[in-house]
């Protein structure tokens, strides 16, 4: 298994001005993380806490390179506000599965900015991700997606907007080549009124 240590990560995939988070495999990585964002993950569980503003941007480093599981619970609290980076890279050629799923809660008036990039290795890596978000009273969520990466990939999306006027909209773009193939699946259940959701998906093929 590799192995890459703190410097590695910073100077190849640390984004600026973000906190950082990396999950290797299937585990959580503190000694590779920002100590900020290691309080706030716990027990697979990242919390936005009630009335805060984060204002760097929580990015979170999926780096794969053999068959891994992991679940992540995010929940965004009342009146908080976060944006979430989530990327998906693989170190070294072995072939492998990545199976991930992400279950999301806004509560009432919270707000999370999400933005998803998918680079595996096109040639050896499956990426299998299932995001789950419920949506309360007057909470918003958007997304951009950029899918680009892996030989295989199942991607699905279930979002419920459980209460009142909540917002959720999401854009992607998805890229493949040679034989890559990607299967992408959306579900949005409309359960209260006054609730609005948007979707727009592009693709670009390249043989």
């Known amino acids: ?19 950082i988070i990396v999950i290797q495999n299937g585990k959580h990585q503190p000694e590779l993380s920002d100590e900020v964002s290691n ?3 716990q027990k697979q569980s990242l919390k936005i806490p009630e009335n805060s503003r984060i204002e760097k941007p929580i990015h979170l ?5 053999q068959n891994c599981d992991f679940t992540l619970n995010i929940v965004a609290e009342k009146n908080s506000f976060a944006t979430i980076i989530e990327e998906h890279i693989s170190l070294g050629d072995e072939p492998y599965t990545s ?23 096109i040639d050896k890596s ?4 299932k995001t789950v978000i419920n949506q309360l009273k007057n909470s918003k969520f958007q997304s951009i997606v950029i ?11 279930h979002v419920s907007l459980d209460e009142q006027n909540a ?25 209260a009124p006054n609730c609005n959701s ?6 670009i093929l390249d043989d």
Do not use: W
């Not at 948007?198 to 693709?203: A, C, E, I, M, T």
């Open 39 to 41: 309080t706030m993950l």
């Open 126 to 129: 499956d990426h299998r991700a």
């Open 61 to 65: 480093l999926f780096v794969n390179s």
């Open 167 to 191: 917002n959720f909209d999401i854009k992607g773009i998805n890229t493949l080549c040679d034989t890559q193939n990607m299967e992408q699946q959306i579900l949005i259940e409309h359960k």
């Open 99 to 121: 199976n991930v799923q992400i279950n999301i809660t806004t509560k009432d008036n919270s707000e999370i900015t999400h933005y998803k990039l998918q680079t595996e290795n």
């Open 198 to 203: 948007n979707v727009l998906f592009k693709g």
């Open 1 to 19: 298994m590799l192995a890459p240590d703190k410097n590695y990560i910073n100077s190849k995939f640390k984004l600026p001005d973000t906190n």
């Open 147 to 157: 899918n680009k990466g892996a030989k295989t990939s199942k991607d699905f999306l």
